[in-house]
């Protein structure tokens, strides 16, 4: 069974760097063929998709936010990370990681979330 942890910092100054990371366990990251992601829901809005990382390192983001999002992985650590450049209150969220088999339809394992604030 797959778990994933979220972990960062509660609050965050605009223009600045938020940094998400997703502890796995119960599974490799390198696994086939896993597609880890992040998504997040802003207050009193629905869950909106940021991006993923596959088993293989591959990466890909939506292309409509403004956040400019980057994702990575530690191997080592079985972890992966999301990275957005300069905030804005707009970024107010709470964040998810969550993964995906490519066998199944839909996202099967989540992470608790964590909120995220972006204020100054």
């Known amino acids: 069974q797959v778990q994933l942890q979220e972990s960062g910092p509660g609050l965050e100054k605009p223009s600045q760097t938020l940094s998400l990371t997703c502890t796995v366990s119960g599974d490799s990251i390198t696994t086939k063929f896993y597609y880890w992601s992040w998504i997040r829901q802003p207050p009193g809005k629905g869950l909106e998709w940021i991006g993923y990382i596959t088993y293989s390192g591959v990466t890909y983001y939506n292309p409509s936010l403004e956040s400019h999002p980057s994702i990575s992985r530690d191997t080592s650590k079985n972890q992966f990370t999301l990275q957005l450049n300069s905030v804005t209150p707009e970024d107010t969220a709470v964040y998810y990681c969550?993964?995906?088999?490519?066998?199944?339809?839909?996202?099967?394992?989540w992470g608790p979330g964590t909120q995220v604030t972006v204020s100054s």
């Open positions: 969550a993964a995906r088999h490519s066998s199944q339809e839909s996202y099967g394992y």
